[in-house]
C-alpha cells in the first residue's frame, strides 16, 4: 500500500542542476530502503543511489560528488539533487522503497533531459 510520487523532472542545459523529489504515502521512509533507478532510452535501469534506514547513502560511480539523495521527515519526503548534470544522465528517474518481501514500492517515473 505504499505509493510514491515523484515530481521534479524537466529540462537542462550541461552543467546545470536539478533537485526530484519522491514523496512516500503510507509508510514513513526511515524504515525503508529508499533508491533512485533511472533508465535511458534503449538501457536498462539502474540504480543510481541509495538512502538506508534514513542515514547512510551510497551512490553510483557515475553520480558520486554530484548527485545527492537525502530525506525530510517533516514531509515524509526523499529526494536527490542532481548538480554538474551531463547528457549523459539523461534519463527517465524512478524512485524506489524496499522493505525486505513486504514493501517494493516504484514511483511513476519523471523525465530528465540534459541537453544544449
Known amino acids: 500500500q505504499v505509493q510514491l510520487v515523484e515530481s521534479g523532472g524537466g529540462a537542462v542545459q550541461p552543467g546545470g542542476s536539478l533537485r526530484l523529489s519522491c514523496a512516500v504515502i503510507?509508510?514513513?521512509?526511515?524504515?525503508?530502503?529508499m533508491a533512485w533507478y533511472r533508465q535511458a532510452l534503449g538501457k536498462q535501469r539502474e540504480l543510481v543511489a541509495t538512502?538506508?534506514?534514513?542515514?547512510?547513502?551510497n551512490y553510483a560511480d557515475s553520480v558520486k560528488g554530484r548527485f545527492t539523495i537525502s530525506g525530510d521527515k517533516v514531509e515524509n519526503t526523499v529526494y536527490l539533487e542532481m548538480t554538474s548534470l551531463r547528457p549523459e544522465d539523461t534519463a527517465v528517474y524512478y524512485c524506489?522503497?524496499?522493505?525486505?518481501?513486504?514493501?517494493?514500492?516504484w514511483g511513476q517515473g519523471t523525465q530528465v533531459t540534459v541537453s544544449s
Open positions: 524506489n522503497a524496499k522493505m525486505g518481501e513486504i514493501v517494493n514500492a
Open positions: 538512502i538506508v534506514g534514513g542515514g547512510t547513502t
Open positions: 503510507g509508510s514513513r521512509f526511515s524504515p525503508l530502503t
